[in-house]
């Protein structure tokens, strides 16, 4: 079953995870490119491509070269959205990327 993959707009137009994603290199940005495909055909999926955060909103995890990539998402209807992408760097998701994607996840939901 397919779902569709939609980038979170913002009220002035900007897609925040579309943009982060620009300033990445070629094969980042087809390792992740590939991991969100995954994700649209194979949804529901779990570790270790996708882990639940909360309710409602999930992380898929992509390992690239050198680092790690994290894009925060939330599932409505059939409609899989992009809500925050970041390099992680500390063990932990950080609150502030928590926050940014709870806040995005709200509007989406209202």
């Given at each position: 079953?397919?779902?569709?993959v939609?980038f ?5 137009g900007?897609?925040?995870v ?6 990445l290199?070629?094969q980042e940005k ?5 991991d969100?495909?995954t994700?649209?055909?194979?949804w529901?999926l ?6 639940k ?6 992380e898929i ?9 994290r894009?925060?998402?939330t599932?409505?209807?059939k ?9 992680k ?14 806040e995005?996840?709200?509007r989406?939901?209202?």
């Open positions: 079953m397919c779902f569709e939609l979170y707009r913002t009220e002035s900007r897609e925040p579309r943009e982060w994603m620009k300033g290199s070629r087809r390792v992740i490119g590939g969100i495909k994700v649209q055909y194979g529901p779990g570790m270790p491509v996708v882990r955060l909360e309710p409602g909103l999930w995890r992509s390992r690239l070269d050198r680092r790690i990539a894009i925060l998402f599932v409505v209807g409609r899989i959205i992009l809500l925050h992408g970041f390099i760097k500390a063990q932990r998701t950080p609150q502030v990327d928590l926050r940014v994607a709870r995005r996840q709200a989406v939901e209202s």
